[in-house]
């Protein structure tokens, strides 16, 4: 019982400790009736790096340049997505907009905590994202530096851009090419007080759908 009790209250903690940080659960299989707090619908963060050098962070540029176009998989198709120039991340030398596609009906309240509330074709359609690189004043031949002559596309079910940005693998788009792909749903589970979970004082998780 004393190994115990050391191990498990003095021990452990100070081993989680320094493990708690980047200690991070997943998963990609999960029971239909897995819990929510709010409801999954498609958003996308879009980002683009500056040369603070020669230009000035301009979010509305990046946002006219960039549409993001829902195929409803319904005859009588769905919403718009709608964009707003992200002012959450606050990334120095990097131009954040928030693309949010919602529901093509609206969601019921017994269902709003379901991962998934809605069929597919309701909730998630495929999207389309274009990028007038034109307007941001870069051309197919500017491949030398990427990180400045392209944008990182960020895809979740969560409306918190730092969510996304924090847990997501960007798409990057370059000009001149054409990219599909298949996003595959995950949920990641991470402490929300990391310091005060490992001494056992406080155990509260935050768990986002990316």
């Known amino acids: 019982m004393v190994m115990f009790a ?3 209250i003095i021990l452990d903690p100070v081993r989680e400790t320094g493990m708690v940080p980047v200690k991070e659960q997943r998963s990609v299989g999960l029971p239909s009736d897995f819990g929510v707090t709010k409801p999954t619908v498609w958003s996308l963060v879009v ?3 500056i040369d603070l050098a020669n230009e000035q962070p301009q979010d509305d540029t ?3 340049a960039v549409t993001v176009t829902p195929l409803w998989r319904k005859p009588d198709g769905g919403p718009s997505c709608t964009g707003i120039t ?10 954040s907009v928030f693309f949010d596609c919602p529901p093509s009906q609206p969601i019921p309240k017994e269902s709003s905590t379901k991962l998934l509330p ?3 074709q309701y909730s998630q359609p495929d999207l389309l994202v274009s990028v007038n690189f034109t307007l941001l004043n870069i051309s197919s031949d500017s ?3 990427i990180p400045l002559n392209s944008v990182q596309i960020m895809l979740g079910l969560t409306a918190n851009a730092k969510d996304i940005v924090r847990t997501t693998v960007p798409t990057t788009l370059i000009p001149g090419v054409n990219l599909i792909g298949i996003a595959n749903l995950a949920v990641r589970q991470k402490f929300s007080t990391p310091g005060l979970s490992a001494l056992g004082v406080l155990d509260v998780s935050h768990t986002p759908c990316v």
């Open 6 to 8: 050391t191990f498990n």
């Open 47 to 49: 980002q683009r790096r």
């Open 62 to 64: 990046l946002l006219s």
């Open 86 to 95: 992200d002012q959450t991340l606050q990334l120095q030398d990097i131009e």
């Open 118 to 120: 809605l069929p597919y």
């Open 143 to 145: 491949l030398e530096d």
